[in-house]
């Protein structure tokens, strides 16, 4: 699989409900971030967490890393229909500023 | 709130022919990036730059394809000879050294859409 892998690829879920999306990636990293994209425009930074870091929360977002099992994954708590966006992480390898995105997940939140 | 900023929005150009894509990065930042993303899929790494100087390329930033930093302001990605495949939206981006976490979150313009026909 590609560095910064998301799944699912898509997720339609109503409002008011939470949505979870999951990362994972292949090297050893000095952090994780998540990024949010509306459709066609530039990226958005969510969320960064270190490698020595297990769980962060800012407002409604809650990011879980695992370095053990090379993941990471992001809770939308509440979700409203303005969160519908796609959501990338990016990964930082060590020692590089080489920041790789993944795939992304398609959320809609549907009113 | 400071911002990135990209011109031209929107790019048509003939295959075989050289369009240069500019960026203005905020003004205090020292790290520049490119990354393009087609048909709003995978955000792709192309190239990252560091006290004028290339830091880090990916396979994608192939001799075709070359940055510079002209001036204080400006930040370009130039390709030299299109193909159809660079159809694309390019992203750039920029950020601080990493010196706590504020520094190192990507701030990314508003993108150039580059169609070769």
């Known amino acids: 699989s590609q560095q910064g892998e998301e799944d699912p690829q898509a997720l339609s879920i109503q409002e008011g409900e939470n949505a979870t999306m999951n990362c994972s990636y292949k090297t050893s990293i000095n952090n994780l971030q998540w990024y949010r994209q509306n459709s066609g425009r530039g990226l958005v930074h969510l969320i960064l967490i270190r490698s020595n870091e297990r769980e962060k929360h800012s407002g409604r977002l809650r990011v879980t890393l695992d370095t053990s099992k090379k993941s990471s994954s992001l809770l939308i708590t509440a979700s409203r229909a303005a969160d519908t966006a796609s959501y990338f992480c990016?990964?930082?390898?060590?020692?590089?500023?080489?920041?790789?995105f993944g795939t992304g997940t398609r959320l809609k939140v549907l009113a | 709130e400071p911002e990135v900023t990209q011109t031209p929005s929107h790019q048509v150009t003939q295959m075989g022919q050289e369009v240069i894509l500019r960026c203005v990065p905020i003004s205090n930042h020292l790290y520049f990036y490119w990354y393009r993303q087609i048909l709003g899929q995978k955000v792709e790494f192309l190239v990252s730059?560091?006290?004028?100087?290339?830091?880090?390329k990916s396979e994608i930033f192939d001799d075709q394809f070359s940055v510079e930093r002209p001036d204080g302001s400006n930040f370009t990605l130039k390709i030299r000879s299109t193909k159809l495949e660079d159809s694309a939206m390019y992203f750039c981006?920029?950020?601080?050294?990493?010196?706590?976490?504020?520094?190192?979150?990507?701030?990314f313009g508003s993108g150039t859409q580059l169609s070769v026909l």
């Open positions: 730059f560091y006290n004028n100087e290339i830091s880090e």
């Open positions: 981006a920029s950020n601080l050294p990493p010196s706590g976490e504020e520094n190192e979150k990507l701030f």
């Open positions: 990016a990964t930082e390898a060590s020692g590089t500023y080489k920041y790789i």
